[in-house]
């Protein structure tokens, strides 16, 4: 089966870009926390929840809300959509802030509002949530992207779910390093508009 890539969205902590073209960039080096309201506010995106999120949610969310600028998600059949990434440090951050908040006996009082995103598929949720997505969502933790396991799930996804969409790539944070790297992936059309998944997959991701 021929796949497609209909669109991709990057951000380091350098810069965001959608297909390629930068959309803004991180030119005075701001921690996440900053730069992360600037791009929400470069997507206007009407969506307070956003501030509630933890770190690694906030990347994914901001991630898929530039590779699925173009597609109408509130008309689509969400049943035939899956999310399928990867990530190498999991929950770190928030499991790192967990436990600092019952680490102390004299100071105990761990937060609800942390623990609940003390799990990677946390995130998945919260795309799931934003953009009605109810097929199948999985995060596989590598040491590194591994492109190759990626593709070859998401290629039989499609080929024996039916699936009409699928997200795939790579979202990984931590304070100092952090990237996102979401593909939106349908079967090919046939009129080479978009880049080939089986072709490009790999190459753009670097």
Known sequence: MNLEIISYSSITSHSASSNGETITENLTDAPFAEFSK???????????????????????????????????????N??????????????????????????????YFPSPA???????????????????????????????FDAQFLYDYVQHLFEAEA????????ADYLPNNYEAHLFLIRKSSGEDKHPSFSENFKQLIR
Not at 130 to 140: A, C, L
Not at 163 to 170: A, L, M, Q, S
Request: charged letters at 30%; glycine letters at 6%.
């Open 38 to 76: 600037s791009i929400y506010k470069k997507l206007e995106v009407p969506y307070p929840k956003f501030f509630k999120m933890d770190e690694l949610s906030k990347l994914a969310f901001l991630a898929g809300e530039i590779v699925l600028k173009e597609i109408d998600t509130a008309n689509w």
């Open 78 to 107: 969400g049943e035939k959509v899956a999310i399928i990434l990867g990530n190498k440090n999991s929950s770190l951050s928030s499991d790192q802030k967990h436990y600092e908040s019952f680490k102390d006996r004299d100071n």
């Open 114 to 144: 942390i623990f609940v995103y003390t799990l990677p598929n946390i995130m998945m949720g919260e795309l799931c949530i934003r953009h009605k997505i109810k097929g199948e969502n999985s995060v596989f933790i590598q040491e590194k």
């Open 163 to 170: 699936y009409e969409y699928c997200i795939t790539g790579w």
